[in-house]
């Protein structure tokens, strides 16, 4: 069991240019969520899927944010014109189920900085 | 909504003495489950403990916590830092309405020095 994989690992962009974050989530795992690492913020939660379905995106900033889960081995979080605020750790994880009581397996996030 | 508030942002101690890292949470469910989790650098978050019953101590790798629905707390502590107890430590909260998404605090960066 690799754990969840995030890829790339850090990625540099230029203002305004887009940016593609993978993530490949443990297998069998039906729920995967992305969240956001900032030293300000914390962990903040953008997204998540069920068995590939959107579930809940109400963190995300609406404009240039979206995600999806094409298939169950890999979700993909896109940011377009990408701003200096957007520079974090963007983090996938993945429970084997969607309850409040599982434990949730992260990724070792994706590092993006926007110049 | 749920919210997680963790006061201290820093916490640096001398190896040796004890650890209280402070968590309390606001939700409108009385079935939430609390969580900590431990984030080392170049690592990935992971779980360090779990709790949703109510004054019962949980304990996992030497740290434990109780959850007290009366004050909403649930504060982090160990008897004895060790200086692989450096890291970051989140406080969560998750809801049966919500499934297993998690709304986490502001972090609590630890330091334990020699």
């Known amino acids: 069991n690799a754990g969840v994989i995030q890829t790339p690992r850090h990625k540099v962009t230029g203002k305004g240019q887009e940016a593609t974050l993978w993530c490949e989530p443990i297998?069998?795992?039906?729920?995967v969520f992305w969240y956001r690492q900032t030293i300000v913020q914390g962990l903040e939660f953008l997204t998540y899927?069920?068995?590939?379905?959107?579930?809940?995106d109400s963190g995300m900033p609406k404009e240039r944010f979206s995600a999806q889960m094409p298939n169950q081995s890999h979700s993909t979080l896109k940011i377009q014109s990408t701003q200096p605020q957007d520079s974090a750790v963007y983090l996938c994880?993945?429970?084997?189920?969607?309850?409040?009581?599982?434990?949730?397996?992260f990724g070792k996030g994706t590092r993006l900085t926007v110049v | 909504g749920d919210s997680v508030t963790q006061k201290e942002g820093l916490v640096t101690l001398t190896e040796g003495l004890p650890v209280m890292l402070n968590c309390t949470y606001q939700?409108?469910?009385?079935?939430?489950?609390l969580f900590w989790y431990v984030h080392y650098l170049n690592e990935s978050p992971r779980l360090l403990l779990k709790?949703?019953?109510?004054?019962k101590r949980t304990e996992h790798q030497g740290f434990h916590a109780t959850l007290h629905k009366s004050s909403s707390s649930f504060h982090l502590q160990k008897s004895s830092a060790q200086l692989s107890d450096s890291a970051l430590y989140y406080c969560?909260?998750?809801?049966?309405?919500?499934?297993?998404?998690?709304?986490f605090g502001g972090g609590t960066r630890l330091t334990v020095r020699p």
């Open positions: 969560a909260l998750s809801d049966h309405n919500a499934g297993a998404k998690l709304t």
């Open positions: 297998s069998g795992h039906s729920a």
């Open positions: 899927f069920r068995n590939q379905a959107p579930i809940d």
């Open positions: 939700t409108i469910y009385s079935n939430a489950f």
């Open positions: 709790s949703s019953t109510d004054n």
């Open positions: 994880a993945s429970s084997p189920r969607d309850r409040a009581d599982t434990e949730v397996f």
